[in-house]
């Protein structure tokens, strides 16, 4: 059936305008579907908003929409000069740009409108009730999306239902309504192949690690945070980075970049809240060192809660709020987990390679390629077990080993899945972290309260802590140390040089200064570094203050 737009659809969608000339006629049947082609500009901003509607309605028709609202603004999605998607905040002369692909009347004189200054202001404040038709933007995917519902996603384009818009078009083979044996032999085949490289610890550690990767892959459908997943070894070429960066290759198609982690605190809490800005479904902060504290609280919040972040852009009094979709994954040697952490993230340990090995089979470059070629086969291996697991009945898993309980919807649909496949060892080592055997929190917490029991005053320089350790090396040596000494807890080299008589203050510091700032179980009182003076730097106990929220 045809139709043509009325006088009374026009008073409805603008009161104070004419009536229609020959180029408003469209075919229709249903005042939703109206595309005028010539569009005016009324005495009322809220009328005009209703054609601004109609005309970036039409535009998004004929560009594959590119106009979207994200966070409650205007925005418009395009390529950069490298040829990648980004997208950027609509100012006036883009909007101006938009607009005027169109005929603009006045809807008084019906003559020709320049679309002025004051307009595209209005335009770029108006909320997105007044402007109906745009779509809202979640974000930019760069590969195949596999749907909290199982579903494949693999044409370029935006996906109303999803929210994300995506930048390439795949081939994905068809899955299987009901996968047989043969299917799920085939996907864990594809899922496990990559990984044969890497020397886990342990068995769980390898189950952690595609437990990483369904994280990844299902990160963009789940509406709450996900924990930190944590890649642990004992030395550096263990392969840290390259796991990290592959399980970004294999779950978007892209080789993700690294943050490089720093010691300095605030540092690290500009880099998380760069991270919280830009909302990347995956964020990897490589080269941990050993003492540095890598969870300011930008990164807590971020990992906990609702689900969204509220942000303070540096340098300025302004916030801003932004989803908390980014998983993050750190790596470094040796990681120092403290126990209040220990609930908020999983870990996958890797160790040096085998004994006689010269190096991998394939390089990084080759591992990272692979793993781009492959996310296709990937994100089609992990629909062949949803879909088994979805004709199970969606079987939840078994309580793990350690307490887990703030990310459930994580927990039953990630681990869920992947236990009903045949990954039974997920999170086994969860429990053993969230105990008292939790070797970096025991060891701080011991120097910590040892300084507050060799300086009650809650006060102390590296020179006083080395003549305590002088003092104590000096009866050790004589045949009767004290019954209580903090040269117990401190490392090899600094009891060797004390012994020695070789133990200098720049020394002293450089070993007190990877526990500052840090807050350990069972401690009321945490080390805080002060300004340098002449008599040295400065250090404090100061109390631990209850932390009731992020």
Known sequence: MTGSITENDLAYYCPSAPSLTEKNVLPSDSRTSYEPTVYYIAESFRETLRWINFAIKRYNRLHDSTVFYQNGRLVWIARDETGSYQIYPLDRNRIRIILTDFTWLNAQTREPCRLGNDLLETIIAAPPVLIPDVPVLKGLYSGVLLTAGGRIISAKGYDSKTGLYLTTSYDVPIIPEHPGQDDVTLALNIIDTLFEEFLFETECDRHNTILLLGTAI?????????????????????????????????????????????KRKDEFEKIVRSINKTNPFVAIIDNLENGMDWTPAALLSATSGTGEVISRNMGTFDSFTSGASTLYIVNGINVEIRADVTRRMFRIRLVTKKAGQTGYSRTKTQLLTEGVNLHPKIIWAFAVLYQKWKNAGFPAPPKCSGDISEYPEWDYRVRGMLYHAGYTRMLENQGIMQTSDNEADIEGAGLVLMLKNKFPEGFFTPGRVRAVLEKEAELRKNGCPAREELLDYAPEDIVRLALQNALTTTKVGYWLRKFTDAKYSGCDVFIKRGERTDGGRPYHLVPVESQMTL
């Open 218 to 262: 299902f990160r963009p459908q789940l509406s709450g945070p996900v924990p930190i997943g944590i890649i642990d070894k004992n030395t550096s070429g263990a392969g840290g980075t390259l796991l990290s960066q592959l399980t970004g290759a294999l779950a978007y198609g892209v080789i993700p970049p690294v943050y490089s982690a720093t």
